[in-house]
């Protein structure tokens, strides 16, 4: 069975057939309906070549650089993330992905082990209160409820979600997901996720503090479940600004009571995966650099480009041209750009070299890693002849 | 929004002239909400030239009739986002396919209530629901989790 590339989600049970994708999201079936327009082509300097040249000008271009910046990858799988991980450590270039501003510190404080963790498939079959912290997974995961944690009857949960379930939206607005709130179910509508935090903290205390009344009913239903999932996203992440201190605390604290388990809610198709990737090889999960061999805030992509500390640009997988803020898009225009990328896209139309590749799931297999960190093996329908995985062996080979 | 009947009473000629077999218009008003009867049966407002305005107003109002389904369900595909809560929650898919629909996937028989297709709800096979026949409930599971309202019923 085909499975769904469009967000972390992985959704495994899609079904193509008579021209009609069943089973997947508005977000999905578009990915699968519309898999052969717009295609990228290959082009240098905006004018269309040979796929062969693009490759040597791109291979050219990468080996002349001397500060190199890869970016993307978080939409190719693990398979072609480990050259191109490979290939930054040959040129001792810096390495990057959209986590350094998605949730690239969830990923990391749960690989560290600081927050415990669980499976969906384990939140499927027995978590009973369900968090969403600071995310509206009905715009951005949209299966995320049907298919792995609210809604879905399995193991010890077989009374659907009315019974069986206790869902908690924290959101600073009344969005898409806090409208289903309605029986058995809590929205919190903060001004300061701290705020809600203390407010767990001294409930757990035994003083009313701020959002008594609330924290006091959940802690309860809690200890009733005692299998309970915290989906944090990115209101959480930037809600706290850095200071996770106090949430890892609340969530400590919460399992000497019962059993609270936390998820990042979700992002790109694989990102956990190069985090994981990055993670084993170099005990860091993004912003890194293997000429000083360290991460930090200042090897983020938008800083490098920004600071003009790279002459050079391979973007794999992605478009930040379009997803990144206006001033870097300006800067980004002045370096030296090669895409590897399936679709045409705002950087494909800058980029002095764009060597087209496949979409996973579609025209390349491979593995691909869950939100929750479980591997997934990602079948393609027909095999491209040019995969991420190729076009990236071949720069590592060639590149000098 | 759904149609009330005291919506469509205030339109009708309210004489209860008994014309089309009801004994009041506010009943035939019920009736034409559960497309028991229909606007035509009302044989005054068409004859009768002082209704005419009212006559425009209600087939306005009752054009969604047209539109929905037996059991009063419209789905709206532009609101739709395809998050399929209302093809989990079904009690009747959970019931007979419990494997499929009911633990959260896509549907493992052939004739569901409501399916995804291409990113939005469909409804394929409307006389398994629950508000359909004559034992009918007035099941609203899917509506209920619909956050952005693509579903709604004509009673509200």
């Given at each position: 069975m085909p499975t769904c590339?469009?967000?972390?989600?992985?959704?495994?049970d899609i079904v193509i057939k008579d021209s009609k994708v069943f089973n997947a999201c508005r977000k999905g079936s578009a990915i699968f309906k519309h898999c052969k327009e717009n295609r990228a082509e290959p082009t240098i300097s905006g004018e269309k070549v040979d796929f062969g040249k693009a490759l040597e000008k791109a291979v050219e271009i990468i080996s002349s650089s001397e500060k190199l910046a890869v970016y993307g990858l978080d939409t190719i799988p693990l398979e072609a993330q480990e050259i191109a991980i490979k290939l930054a450590e040959k040129k001792k270039a810096y390495i990057d992905d959209s986590s350094a501003f998605c949730l690239g510190d969830f990923v990391e404080m749960v690989l560290k082990g600081i927050l415990p963790t669980t499976t969906l498939d384990e939140v499927k079959s027995n978590a009973y209160v369900i968090f969403y912290w600071?995310?509206?997974?009905?715009?951005?995961?949209?299966?995320h409820l049907s298919l792995y944690t609210y809604y879905p009857r399995a193991g010890k949960r077989q009374r659907g979600y009315e019974e069986d379930r206790y869902l908690v939206v924290v959101d600073v607005r009344k969005s898409h997901t806090a409208k289903l709130v309605k029986k058995n179910a809590k929205f919190i509508k903060v001004d300061s996720d701290e705020a809600l935090i203390e407010g767990f903290l001294s409930t757990m205390d035994g003083k009313a503090g701020k959002y008594y009344e609330e924290t006091g009913r959940i802690l309860k239903e809690m200890q009733r479940g005692g299998f309970n999932a915290i989906f944090g996203g990115l209101g959480l992440k930037y809600g706290l600004n850095g200071n996770y201190e106090k949430f890892v605390e609340m969530v400590k604290r919460m399992n000497e009571l019962t059993q609270v388990y936390f998820i990042p809610a979700g992002f790109h198709a694989n990102m956990r995966g190069f985090n994981e990737l990055m993670f084993e090889k170099t005990g860091f999960v993004n912003r890194y650099s293997f000429e000083s061999k360290k991460s930090s805030p200042e090897y983020e992509f938008s800083e490098l480009v920004r600071n003009d500390s790279v002459d050079t640009v391979l973007v794999i997988g992605s478009d930040p041209a379009n997803s990144l803020p206006f001033d870097v898009l300006q800067k980004l225009r002045e370096k030296r750009l090669v895409l590897v990328d399936p679709k045409k896209s705002l950087t494909s139309k800058i980029a002095e070299v764009v060597v087209p590749s496949a979409i996973t799931g579609i025209d390349q297999g491979g593995t691909m890693v869950r939100s929750d960190g479980v591997r997934i093996e990602i079948e393609p329908l027909w095999e491209a002849e040019w995969t991420d995985e190729a076009i990236l062996k071949e720069l590592l080979g060639e590149v000098k | 929004m759904p149609i009330t009947p005291m919506e469509v009473y205030k339109l009708l000629p309210k004489t209860n002239c008994k014309k089309c077999g009801e004994q009041t218009c506010m009943s035939f008003a019920f009736k034409l909400i559960n497309r028991e009867k229909k606007l035509e049966d009302c044989t005054p407002l068409f004859e009768e030239k002082k209704y005419a305005g009212q006559l425009e107003d209600l087939k306005r109002l009752l054009q969604p009739l047209e539109e929905a389904t037996e059991t009063g369900l419209i789905v709206d595909e532009e609101l739709c986002s395809g998050c399929g809560n209302c093809v989990v929650v079904c009690p009747v898919h959970a019931s007979e396919d419990p494997k499929g629909m009911g633990s959260g996937f896509g549907p493992t028989i052939d004739d569901p209530i409501l399916r995804i297709e291409d990113g939005v709800v469909k409804v394929i096979e409307m006389m398994k629901c629950r508000r359909y026949g004559k034992n009918r409930v007035l099941c609203v599971a899917c509506r209920e989790n619909c956050p952005s309202d693509a579903i709604r019923f004509l009673e509200g």
């Open positions: 590339t469009g967000c972390s989600c992985l959704c495994p600071g995310t509206d997974p009905y715009n951005s995961l949209s299966r | -």
